[in-house]
């Protein structure tokens, strides 16, 4: 899989553009900024942002080439972003440490999603806030209609709202909904599909 990872963000250009997502953007810009963690942060668009409107962002992914790029990326755009090559399993924080946490896009699969969210939430500091948008288990009609607007294609790493509902019942879920939404995001998030979004606060 890191293969994959590394294939895709090898090239010149950013596989899912520069900008943040839309949903993350909107979200962030009502907090207060402090720390947040962006896991599976491939090519820095959102740690990026965050840090420009004053967060202090920890971010990891383990993809070298994702790396690389963030790290290009926060020095185009003057900001700094603390950017490990890593899983889950290989970082390391004081519970409680963070501020926000942003799952963009991270698809785990069952077999282990239930177990990696609840440990980011050990993470999340009392009346820390969550920001979570992932394609949903409807995503695969409009993928057929559409390769272009990309996503899983294991129907095991889509997720619905009874299973993140599940995930974090331990948060209190500001928002939490099914949407059809238009996705411009690079070359691989392209056209309309089907995805869940999610703000919660501990």
Same mark, same amino acid.
């Given at each position: 899989?890191?293969?994959? /990872?590394?294939?895709?963000?090898?090239s010149?250009?950013?596989?899912?553009?520069?900008?943040?997502?839309?949903?993350? =953007?909107?979200?962030?810009?009502?907090? @207060? &900024?402090?720390?947040?963690?962006?896991?599976?942060?491939?090519?820095?668009?959102?740690?990026?942002?965050?840090?420009?409107?004053? /967060?202090?962002?920890?971010?990891?992914?383990?993809?070298?080439?994702?790396?690389?790029k *963030?790290?290009?990326? *926060?020095?185009?755009? =003057?900001? =700094?972003?603390?950017?490990?090559?890593?899983s $889950?399993?290989?970082?390391?924080? &004081?519970?409680?440490?963070?501020? *926000?946490?942003?799952?963009?896009?991270?698809?785990?699969?069952?077999?282990?999603?239930?177990?990696?969210?609840?440990? $980011?939430? @050990?993470?999340?500091?009392?009346?820390?806030?969550?920001?979570?948008?992932a394609?949903?288990?409807?995503? &695969?009609?409009?993928q @057929?209609?559409?390769? @272009?607007?990309?996503? &899983?294609?294991?129907?095991?790493?889509?997720?619905?709202?009874?299973?993140?509902?599940?995930?974090f019942?331990?948060?209190?879920?500001?928002?939490?909904?099914?949407?059809?939404?238009?996705?411009?995001?690079?070359?691989?998030?392209?056209?309309?599909?089907?995805?869940?979004?999610?703000?919660?606060? =501990?």
């Amino acid at each position: 899989m890191k293969d994959f /990872w590394n294939a895709r963000y090898a090239s010149k250009e950013y596989a899912y553009g520069k900008e943040p997502n839309v949903f993350f =953007k909107q979200t962030l810009l009502k907090l @207060k &900024p402090g720390r947040i963690l962006l896991p599976a942060e491939g090519e820095g668009r959102n740690a990026v942002f965050a840090a420009s409107i004053g /967060w202090e962002v920890h971010a990891y992914d383990f993809s070298e080439m994702a790396f690389e790029k *963030a790290m290009a990326l *926060a020095s185009e755009k =003057k900001v =700094k972003i603390n950017y490990q090559i890593a899983s $889950l399993s290989e970082i390391e924080f &004081p519970d409680k440490f963070f501020d *926000a946490i942003g799952l963009i896009y991270v698809h785990f699969p069952d077999s282990i999603r239930k177990s990696n969210h609840r440990q $980011l939430i @050990k993470f999340l500091a009392p009346k820390g806030n969550v920001i979570l948008e992932a394609f949903s288990k409807n995503h &695969p009609y409009y993928q @057929k209609q559409n390769p @272009k607007v990309g996503g &899983p294609k294991q129907p095991s790493q889509l997720y619905d709202i009874e299973g993140i509902k599940d995930d974090f019942c331990d948060i209190s879920l500001q928002t939490i909904k099914e949407e059809i939404i238009e996705l411009s995001e690079g070359s691989f998030h392209l056209g309309k599909t089907s995805v869940i979004r999610m703000q919660g606060k =501990k």
